[in-house]
Nanobody, 128 residues
Framework: EVQLVESGGGLVQAGGSLRLSCAVS?????????IGWFRQAPGKGREQVSC????????YYADSVRGRFTISSDSAKKTVYLEMNSLKPEDTAVYFC????????????????????WGQGTQVTVSS
């Protein structure tokens, strides 16, 4: 079983930056995982943000964040990061990371139903 712990959320002004972390605890190889970031704003459904194939380093982004957010991983620390720049008020949400030991293939990793393990989330609030 894998455990995920998100951190790094907070309050930031529009145009600012934050870096989220997703620490992954697993007895299996971290490099086997697909890791995704998703978000959910109040009153809205869960939205895709970004995902990474840890072994290959391939990354995918939702259109709403492409060019502003960067996903990366550190295998030694078993941690996936989401660097968020040029933040907008509409980025305000609870951000969740999710893990799946089987790579779903390409941009399919942006689909939340591909994941069975989820963290508790971290709040990101962007003020205007």
């Amino acid at each position: 079983e894998v455990q995920l712990v998100e951190s790094g959320g907070g309050l930031v002004q529009a145009g600012g930056s934050l870096r989220l972390s997703c620490a992954v605890s697993t007895f299996t190889s971290f490099d086997d995982y697909a890791i995704g970031w998703f978000r959910q704003a109040p009153g809205k459904g869960r939205e895709q943000v970004s995902c990474i194939n840890v072994a290959e380093g391939s990354t995918y982004y939702a259109d709403s964040v492409r060019g502003r957010f960067t996903i990366s991983s550190d295998s030694a620390k078993k941690t996936v990061y989401l660097e968020m720049n040029s933040l907008k008020p509409e980025d305000t949400a609870v951000y969740f990371c999710a893990a799946e030991p089987t790579w779903p293939g390409g941009a399919q990793c942006l689909n939340s139903f591909e994941y069975h393990q989820w963290g508790q989330g971290t709040q990101v609030t962007v003020s205007s």
